[in-house]
T-cell receptor, first 112, second 109 residues
């Protein structure tokens, strides 16, 4: 157990529906990263927070994606109007002061 | 552009048969090369961080080494429980991790 939790672990939705995922990072870690991983590939960077500020977003993050980190604690990632191409594992990572990123268990999204 | 390539994509070994996984990288200003292990349906599990050429780290049957262009993960006398996907990532000046596609290792008893 890395101390990073994600909820839900699995989500099945129909195309066009909105979904929201939650990540709780290691306590008192002020940085938080989101990644997306498709089958047979390594994780790809989506976005990054330092405290409550979203400092960087990948071009992979279309207008249908939005992430927040209110109060600099947990973070949410919302996908609006889901498409089949959004099916993937969504991973959250909590870096230490030495920049070692510890990952949560991930949320597996399946869009039908 | 920062890039990581891992080889082979898949590797099958007999228990006890040692081998190496390769990670070739290009990055502007290396601020760490990371190895992770990932089991099916789970998040990546941190193994090692290497920061400079010549550095080596060991953990049980695994040993990671680093040169200016590549890293190797050596697996000595593997056991079936070492079966997993091994991911390599670099952290450059941008701060985020850039991952390779992984090497899926299967160790047969």
């Amino acid at each position: 157990d890395t101390g990073v939790s994600q909820d839900p672990r699995h989500k099945i939705t129909k195309r066009g529906q909105n979904v929201t995922f939650r990540c709780d990072p290691i306590s008192e870690h002020n940085r938080l990263y989101w990644y997306r991983q498709t089958l047979g590939q390594g994780p790809e960077f989506l976005t990054y927070f330092q405290n409550e500020a979203q400092l960087e977003k990948s071009r992979l993050l279309s207008d249908r994606f939005s992430a927040e980190r209110p109060k600099g604690s947990f973070s949410t990632l919302e996908i609006q109007r889901t498409e089949q191409g959004d099916s993937a594992m969504y991973l959250c990572a909590s870096p230490t002061v030495t920049d070692t990123q510890y990952f949560g268990p991930g949320t597996r999204l399946t869009v039908l | 552009e920062d890039q990581v390539t891992q080889s082979p994509e898949a590797l099958r070994l007999q228990e006890g048969e040692s081998s190496s996984l390769n990670c070739s990288y290009t990055v502007s200003g290396l601020r760490g090369l990371f190895w992770y292990r990932q089991d099916p349906g789970k998040g990546p599990e941190f193994l090692f961080t290497l920061y400079s050429a010549g550095e080596e780290k060991e953990k049980e049957r695994l040993k990671a080494t680093l040169t200016k262009k590549e890293s190797f993960l050596h697996i000595t006398a593997p056991k079936p429980e070492d079966s997993a996907t091994y991911l390599c990532a670099v952290r450059g000046n941008t701060g985020k991790l850039i991952f390779g596609q992984g090497t899926t290792l299967q160790v047969k008893p």
